[in-house]
Structures are given as structure tokens and as C-alpha cells.
């Protein structure tokens, strides 16, 4: 049974830093795309960072120079960089592994998710 396994959110002041992590089991995830969504309460689930099986990836505008997604595959976990962290970042950050190897923002790419874990950044 594949699963995806978030850690790493928690409460932070505004312009602080989190490092979220997503551990994958049941199945090895190195030659597929990965991914991390966000959603605040009341809105859409939106796409945050994509990365390739090889390593390229890609951010949404509003995160472009403060997040950063990366992957060990030796761990088949996947990493979110979250830095200058800004009130509007709070969310419920999903991680997601997608049946194909490219860089993908839209969620429909996304075949398996996690559970979630909450970010909260205080001002």
C-alpha cells in the first residue's frame, strides 16, 4: 500500500523558515514526478512546487526565491524549503506523487497524496 507521510509543519513567526518532508513507502518514487499543494481554509487547493524524477523543478510565482523543493531518492523523500515565511503562506501542505516523470502543477497530474501537515505562520 503506497502512502506519503508529511512532517515538518508546525507555528512559525512570520519570516521564519520550516523545512516540511514527505517520506513515501509501499513503492519506490525515483523515476516519478513529485509534487507539494497547498490549501487555506475556505480556498482552493493550490500548487506550491513540482520536481522531476531527475531533479528539475519548478515554483509557483508567489514562491518563487523562498520555497524550494528537493528529493533524496536513496530516503524516496521528498523536501519543501519553506523561508521568509509571510502570514498568507498558512495552509495545509499536501504532498503528492504523480505515474509520470515531468514537472506538473496541475493536481490532476497527481495520482497519490498524503495526508496533509499544517503550516501556521503568525505575524
Known amino acids: 500500500q503506497v502512502q506519503l507521510v508529511e512532517s515538518g509543519g508546525g507555528l512559525v513567526q512570520a519570516g521564519g523558515s520550516l523545512r516540511l518532508s514527505c517520506a513515501a513507502s509501499?513503492?519506490?518514487?525515483?523515476?516519478?514526478?513529485m509534487g507539494w499543494f497547498r490549501q487555506a481554509a475556505g480556498k482552493a487547493r493550490e500548487f506550491v512546487a513540482g520536481i522531476s524524477w531527475n531533479g528539475g523543478s519548478r515554483s509557483a510565482d508567489s514562491m518563487k526565491g523562498r520555497f524550494t523543493i528537493s528529493r533524496d531518492n536513496s530516503k524516496n523523500t521528498v523536501y519543501l524549503q519553506m523561508n521568509s515565511l509571510k502570514p498568507e503562506d498558512t495552509a495545509v501542505y499536501y504532498c503528492?506523487?504523480?505515474?509520470?516523470?515531468?514537472?506538473?502543477?496541475?493536481?490532476?497530474?497527481?495520482?497519490?497524496w498524503g495526508q496533509g501537515t499544517q503550516v501556521t505562520v503568525s505575524s
Open positions: 509501499g513503492r519506490t518514487f525515483s523515476r516519478n514526478a
Open positions: 503528492a506523487a504523480a505515474e509520470l516523470q515531468g514537472l506538473y502543477a496541475s493536481a490532476t497530474n497527481y495520482r497519490f
